[in-house]
């Protein structure tokens, strides 16, 4: 009865969407230097530069989500067959 009335319609918009891939211009040298650093003897900062960047990535796809589509619940225009 709760979804009844209201603009509970059932369909709910999705958590995340595609990733851009040009989000991918910032990642990939973000990731590359987290290996050297982590190579370098850095590794606290090596996994502060991994975890920004799949925040990056969780904020991009965020973001990009589709657009939820709402229907109107009544049309106004409806013509009913015979009545003119």
């Given at each position: 009865?709760?979804?009844?009335y209201?603009?509970?319609?059932?369909?709910?918009?999705?958590?995340?969407?595609?990733?851009?891939?040009?989000?991918?211009?910032?990642?990939?040298?973000?990731?590359?230097?987290?290996?050297?650093?982590?190579?370098?003897?850095?590794?606290?900062?090596?996994?502060?530069?991994?975890?920004?960047?799949?925040?990056?990535?969780v904020?991009?796809?965020?973001?990009?989500?589709?657009?939820?589509?709402v229907?109107?619940?009544?049309?106004?225009?409806?013509?009913?067959?015979?009545?003119?």
């Open positions: 009865m709760a979804g009844q209201g603009r509970s319609s059932g369909q709910r918009r999705p958590a995340f969407g595609r990733v851009d891939p040009f989000c991918l211009f910032a990642v990939v040298p973000m990731l590359l230097l987290a290996g050297l650093l982590f190579w370098g003897g850095l590794p606290e900062v090596a996994i502060g530069l991994i975890v920004l960047s799949a925040l990056l990535v904020f991009d796809s965020w973001t990009n989500r589709p657009v939820k589509v229907e109107p619940e009544y049309d106004d225009d409806y013509e009913q067959p015979g009545r003119y």
